[in-house]
């Protein structure tokens, strides 16, 4: 059973464009939902964390949440070459269950 | 800004070798973690700790893995007799508790097993 689902991408935005990564899950019971940048060959990097549906902002990115449909989103804003990088959707209120990722390329 | 450490970076064995890779959590964490990421594959819980003791382990976590908490710094994950398929990078991360439960991974330790 896949828990975490994501298109693996490639998905190329164009510099200063708005980049939209979706992620839907399979289990009901998870309270916390993260996003997690991953640079090839270095670690994840928390990025966004949310825990209650609707929107939640950090600077130019925005995580979106819906438990009914059970999909989680990531809008970045006034993309930057330095955005390119795997983005990894997860779920977890304890063991975090990661995503395969979205590979994001953001073209100048 | 308090982040994770692990050591080493990179581990080289023989199949059937034993390997302790090394991390050291955030310093107010109490909650802790091994994950791991074959190259090319998603990243996989291994197994998370707390009080001293293992809380949750995965199908992969067998008895040739085992965790221990030293002193009050070090996380160790121990591996007894290496595999081949035991190559991966190995993740360490750690959480302050509460509701939420945001982990914060370490730099990664890139295990070779031949």
């Known amino acids: 059973q896949k828990e975490v689902e994501q298109n693996s991408g490639p998905l190329s935005v164009p510099e200063g464009a708005i980049a939209s990564l979706n992620c839907t899950y399979s289990d009901r019971v998870s309270q916390s939902f993260f996003w997690y940048r991953q640079y090839s060959g270095k670690s994840p990097e928390l990025i966004m964390s949310?825990?209650?549906?609707g929107d939640k902002e950090d600077g130019r990115f925005t995580a979106q949440l819906n438990k009914a449909s059970q999909y989680v989103s990531l809008l970045i804003r006034d993309s930057q070459p330095s955005d390119s990088a795997t983005y990894l959707c997860a779920r977890g209120d304890d063991k975090i269950i990661f995503g395969k990722g979205t590979r994001l390329h953001i073209l100048p | 800004e308090p982040e994770v450490t692990q050591t080493p970076s990179h581990q080289v064995t023989q199949m059937g070798q034993e390997v302790i890779l090394r991390c050291v959590p955030i310093?107010?964490?109490?909650?802790f973690y091994w994950y791991r990421q074959i190259l090319g594959q998603k990243v996989e819980f291994l197994v998370s700790?707390?009080?001293?003791?293992?809380?949750?382990k995965s199908e992969i976590f067998d008895d040739q893995f085992s965790v221990e908490r030293p002193d009050g710094s070090n996380f160790t994950l121990k591996i007894r007799s290496t595999k081949l398929e035991d190559s991966a990078m190995y993740f360490c991360?750690?959480?302050?508790?509460?509701?939420?439960?945001?982990?914060?991974f370490g730099p990664g330790t890139r295990l070779t097993v031949l």
């Open positions: 991360a750690s959480s302050g508790g509460g509701a939420y439960n945001e982990q914060f």
């Open positions: 310093s107010n964490h109490l909650y």
């Open positions: 700790f707390y009080n001293n003791e293992i809380s949750e």
């Open positions: 949310i825990y209650s549906n």
